[in-house]
């Protein structure tokens, strides 16, 4: 009898490790900044769904739903943060172990590295990097939701006196009778004082609205007037390379934020260990549940518009077998970047793209379209000069144009 008890057990436990998922199962909060891509990722049609007649706890309801489907599953669609503050928060069907001495879990971005940046002398590690701070739960009192403390994940700007502790900052809905204000030196900045901003310290400003993006940036389903974010700040990570506005690079920070390294790098990965408590003091953890990410910096680009952490998906580590040492001091000083180079450039005039992808070139040159898991969708022959390319047989998503040298993140709509 004990040893077919046993038996039944050891079955039981073998069925259940087989049906975690190492993926994310289930987002359970939803709440961008403004932004840019504000209700374009994920979409969030107003006219599709009556949302005028909706109270705002459905909309929200809608909104964190409609992100879940971007992410569970390894799904591997975008879901944008907005501006800083913007955040969302997910979750395993199991406890993802801390291991101190290996790389836990993995968070899917969308940043990469640019070979076109005109300072030969800049740092090799730029292009777009969009960090955001990571936070993680572990389900203390077992009830399945994420109302336990949470703790940062301490990287490499924590400890760094630009870093902002405990900051906060309040966005402001456009008036009904707001009147925009373009730049005329930049036309691609149509509104320069579209969403007012303050924050914990007393400054202000505007978030700016771009060509590419007319759609409301604050989230229209909102019923207050203003919302405030609470969290740490990163300085800023980007410098206007061109000198003339026309070309900015994010530089990314060594190690612990999303959407900051490449996915292909392992600095896009997390160790549990590295969690401290609100005032500094590092936790041990027997494992987490619950992740939330949020964007770290506050900073504008110019006609890139403002910096908004994106993910794309999560993976615990130990159950794709993917887990590695934690030295990053010891591999951050030896890692081989990719060098700069001065080879084709093309200005992307609108992005998302509706049906035809019109886009300057400096220069004759041959470019793919690639989708997010790494299959060619198609190939183009860019001119010189300006170019109208015919899109509207592409499917809806994220996509990658890659030239020769670089990569421009692409939405077809």
């Excluded at 932004?35 to 599709?48: A, C, I, K, T, Y």
């Excluded at 949302?51 to 944008?80: F, G, H, I, K």
């Excluded at 402001?172 to 320069?192: A, F, G, M, W």
Aim: charged share 15%; proline share 6%; with cysteine.
């Amino acid at each position: 009898m004990k040893q077919h008890i046993t038996l039944i057990c050891s079955l039981f436990l073998a069925a259940t490790t087989f049906a975690q998922s190492p993926y994310i199962s289930k987002v359970y909060e939803y709440m961008p900044a403004p932004g840019q891509f504000v209700h374009l990722m994920p979409e969030f049609d107003p006219d599709g769904v009556g949302w005028q007649d909706l109270p705002e706890t459905t909309c929200r309801r809608l909104m964190t739903s409609a992100a879940n489907e971007y992410l569970v599953n390894d799904q591997q669609y975008l879901v944008s943060l907005g501006g800083w503050g913007g955040y969302i928060i997910f979750g395993f069907d199991h406890m993802v172990e801390n291991n101190p001495s290996e790389l836990d879990f993995q968070i899917l971005g969308n940043a990469f590295y640019s070979n076109t940046n005109p300072n030969p002398d800049a740092p090799k590690e730029g292009g777009s990097s969009e960090p955001g701070i990571v936070m993680v739960a572990y389900d203390a009192n077992k009830n399945g939701l994420p109302d336990d403390e949470w703790y940062e994940l301490a990287g490499a700007e924590y400890d760094n006196p630009a870093t902002r502790h405990h900051y906060s900052l309040t966005y402001y809905r456009p008036s009904v009778d707001h009147q925009p204000t373009p730049d005329n030196s930049y036309p691609y900045l149509i509104d320069t004082t579209y969403i007012r901003w303050r924050d914990s310290e007393g400054n202000t400003g505007f978030m700016s609205q771009v060509s590419f993006h007319k759609q409301p940036y604050y989230p229209i389903w909102l019923s207050a007037d203003s919302i405030t974010f609470y969290g740490a700040r990163l300085a800023d990570n980007y410098v206007d390379e061109s000198g003339t506005g026309s070309y900015y690079v994010q530089y990314c920070y060594p190690w612990g934020y999303a959407d900051n390294q490449p996915n292909t790098d392992r600095r896009s990965k997390f160790n549990i260990s590295w969690a401290v408590t609100d005032n500094g003091t590092h936790v041990q953890l027997p494992g987490i549940h619950f992740v939330k990410v949020y964007t770290a910096v506050h900073q504008s680009c110019g006609w890139l518009g403002e910096t908004s952490t994106e993910i794309m998906g999560a993976k615990d580590l130990h159950l794709t077998h993917e887990a590695e040492i934690d030295n990053f001091n010891d591999v951050y000083n030896g890692l081989q970047t990719i060098s700069p180079s001065t080879a084709d450039q093309l200005l992307i005039l609108n992005n998302p793209v509706k049906d035809n992808l019109i886009v300057v070139a400096q220069e004759r040159t041959k470019a793919l379209i690639i989708g997010l898991r790494g299959d060619i969708i198609t190939e183009l022959d860019i001119k010189s000069g300006n170019n109208i390319l015919p899109l509207t047989q592409l499917p809806g998503g994220m996509y990658v144009l890659l030239t020769s040298s670089s990569a421009y993140k692409l939405i077809k709509q």
